[in-house]
């Protein structure tokens, strides 16, 4: 079956910490891929994402992520957080677009 | 660029009521327009996809009657929710493609209507 899996539920760092949010895709082929950050009450805003080519996306705010075909994953990362960095952050996939499926998120909270 | 808006951004309704949500792609046009359901702490859940001038096509296990969607214009589509109940209070948000080409456009969201039914 299809699916996005986030594994992790709830991350904390300490702020100016390096971040690694983990993203797993099953599907029989490879999707487009999303990092989304959800602030409490607001909509969704795009962070970065990946439609083929260089494996290495830059995104806003000084996020990252990398696509590991072999491993079937797209773990955002960033390697010092702010405070302002707390939110839901949700990975997507697309196979064309106009299909796209939400991890169930991960809930990250800075410790100062 | 890439803005969209979403009206209200809360409502609170009785029971029995109908309510309609408006979602606009300001600074672009969208060919397609996208309405979600979150559930509190919940992930987004697609509900139905909206081709300008053409009916809707829902999820499996969306009532088409229920949530009426209407993508009248390359820059609005709406979801009105037909007698609505407590069960489907929620954040809805909708999101639009860019026209163009769909291998490359990427889904832009609206902030979001929290929908409360008492």
């Known amino acids: 079956a299809q699916s996005v899996t986030q594994p992790d539920i709830h991350i904390t760092v300490s702020e100016g910490a390096s971040l690694e949010l983990r993203c797993n895709y099953s599907?029989?082929?490879?999707?487009?891929l999303f990092w989304y950050v959800q602030s409490p009450g607001q909509g969704l805003q795009l962070l970065l994402k990946?439609?083929?080519?260089?494996?290495l996306v830059q995104g806003i705010k000084g996020f990252e992520a990398e696509f590991k075909r072999s491993q079937s994953s797209f773990n955002l990362r960033k390697p010092s957080v702010h405070w302002s960095d707390a939110a839901e952050y949700f990975c997507?996939?697309?196979?064309?677009?106009?299909?796209?499926?939400f991890g169930a998120g991960t809930r990250l909270t800075v410790k100062p | 660029g890439a803005v969209v808006s979403q009206h209200p951004s809360w409502v609170i309704c009785k029971s029995g009521t109908s309510v309609k949500i408006e979602c606009r792609s300001l600074?672009?046009?969208?060919?397609?327009m996208f309405w979600y359901r979150q559930f509190p702490k919940q992930s987004l859940m697609l509900m139905a996809t909206?081709?300008?001038?053409?009916?809707?096509?829902?999820e499996q296990g969306v009532e088409k009657d229920k949530f009426l969607i209407n993508h009248a214009s390359l820059t609005l589509s709406t979801l009105t929710v037909t007698s609505a109940h407590p069960e489907d209070s929620s954040f809805y948000i909708c999101?639009?493609?860019?026209?163009?080409?769909?291998?490359?456009?990427?889904?832009?969201f609206g902030p979001g209507t929290r929908l409360t039914v008492l």
């Open positions: 909206s081709n300008e001038g053409s009916k809707a096509t829902y």
């Open positions: 997507a996939v697309a196979l064309n677009n106009n299909d796209m499926r």
């Open positions: 999101s639009a493609r860019i026209a163009g080409d769909p291998s490359t456009d990427t889904q832009y």
């Open positions: 600074d672009f046009q969208a060919t397609t």
């Open positions: 990946y439609f083929s080519g260089d494996t």
């Open positions: 599907y029989g082929a490879t999707p487009y």
